[in-house]
Nanobody, 121 residues
Framework: QVQVVESGGGLVQHGGSLRLSCAAF????????MAWHRQAPGKSRELIAL???????NYADSVKGRFTISRDNGKNTVYLQMKSLKPEDTAVYYC???????????????WGQGTQVTVSS
C-alpha cells in the first residue's frame, strides 16, 4: 500500500506565498504522475498542477504563472510553490500520486488527506 502525506498549509495574507509538500511512502515499483488538486467550499475538486515522471508540467489557467510544481524523485516528494495568493485560492489542497506497487499489475491513484490553505483579504 502507498501512503500520501501532505504538509505546509495554513493561513496567509493576500499576495503572500506558501509552499506545500507531499511525500509518498510505501513499497513502490514506480511512481509516475504527481499532481495537486484543490476543493473550495461548495465547489467540485479541480486539478491545478501536474508533473510527470520526466518533469513535464501542466497548470490550470487559474494558477498559471503564480504556482510552480516540482518533484524530488529520490524522496518520492512533490512540491507546490504558491505565490501572489488570492482569497479565491482558499481551499483544501490534495496531493495525488500515481504509483504501482510491487504486488499490483497496473498503477493506481493514491490521495493524501488534504491540507487547508486560507488566504485572507
Amino acid at each position: 500500500q502507498v501512503q500520501v502525506v501532505e504538509s505546509g498549509g495554513g493561513l496567509v495574507q493576500h499576495g503572500g506565498s506558501l509552499r506545500l509538500s507531499c511525500a509518498a511512502f510505501g513499497s513502490t515499483f514506480g511512481i509516475y504522475d504527481m499532481a495537486w488538486h484543490r476543493q473550495a467550499p461548495g465547489k467540485s475538486r479541480e486539478l491545478i498542477a501536474l508533473i510527470t515522471s520526466s518533469g513535464s508540467t501542466n497548470y490550470a489557467d487559474s494558477v498559471k504563472g503564480r504556482f510552480t510544481i516540482s518533484r524530488d524523485n529520490g524522496k518520492n516528494t512533490v512540491y507546490l510553490q504558491m505565490k501572489s495568493l488570492k482569497p479565491e485560492d482558499t481551499a483544501v489542497y490534495y496531493c495525488c500520486v500515481e504509483a504501482r506497487t510491487w504486488s499490483g499489475r497496473l498503477p493506481s491513484d493514491y490521495w493524501g488527506q488534504g491540507t487547508q490553505v486560507t488566504v485572507s483579504s
